[in-house]
């Protein structure tokens, strides 16, 4: 019986290999759900939901809500207990992933590619960036600062402001770029 934890770094090594250039992020806020793996890619941005055997589809539906909303293409991501039956809880457009411990080793198996989200939002996808990664866009786009305004603001600005295709563009470089070592103390 596999649990997340058995999941997540096989999970993540087979994802690397299938996308080439990713960046990973772990659980992730995005509206009233966590994603378990964000990832970004040249592509976009994938969420994955992890339902392992020992999970249940109590808040399924919600987070099928909150990830199409936020993520350009979605996975769920499930063990053997719940392969038979995961399609009739997710939507078409989402990808499945089925894994299976071999001996120590996760197989994972693709049952359904993921296809673009109709929900997702660029103004959802920019609410996940940083106040600073905001302030880096603007300034890569030649635009004022704001330094007093809050995140809600500039985000609005740069979306009135700046193409929709080049700022989703420049949102997933940002992304990929992502320092957490800001937090770090010296």
């Known amino acids: 019986m596999l649990r997340d934890a058995d999941i997540r770094d096989g999970l993540c090594d087979y994802l690397?290999?299938?996308?080439?250039?990713?960046?990973?992020?772990?659980?992730?806020?995005?509206?009233?759900s966590r994603a378990d793996i964000v990832i970004v890619t040249d592509l976009g941005l994938m969420g994955v939901e992890i339902k392992s055997d020992a999970d249940t589809y109590e808040r399924l539906s919600r987070q099928v809500r909150d990830y199409d909303r936020f993520f350009d293409y979605n996975y769920v991501?499930?063990?053997?207990?719940?392969?038979?039956?995961?399609?009739?809880?997710?939507?078409?457009?989402?990808?499945?992933?089925?894994?299976?411990?071999?001996?120590?080793?996760?197989?994972c198996y693709d049952m359904r590619s993921p296809q673009r989200s109709p929900k997702v939002k660029l103004t959802n996808q920019m609410g996940l960036l940083w106040k600073r990664e905001l302030a880096v866009l603007q300034e890569e786009n030649g635009l004022y600062k704001y330094s007093d305004k809050s995140k809600t603001y500039r985000k609005k600005y740069l979306m009135e402001s700046v193409d929709k295709?080049?700022?989703?563009?420049?949102?997933?470089?940002?992304?990929f770029e992502r320092d957490y070592s800001i937090f770090e103390e010296d």
């Open 165 to 175: 295709e080049l700022l989703k563009k420049q949102m997933l470089e940002v992304l």
């Open 16 to 32: 690397e290999t299938k996308y080439g250039k990713i960046r990973f992020f772990e659980e992730l806020t995005m509206g009233k």
């Open 77 to 107: 991501v499930v063990g053997t207990s719940h392969a038979g039956h995961i399609k009739e809880h997710v939507p078409e457009h989402w990808g499945i992933i089925t894994v299976e411990d071999d001996g120590g080793k996760l197989d």
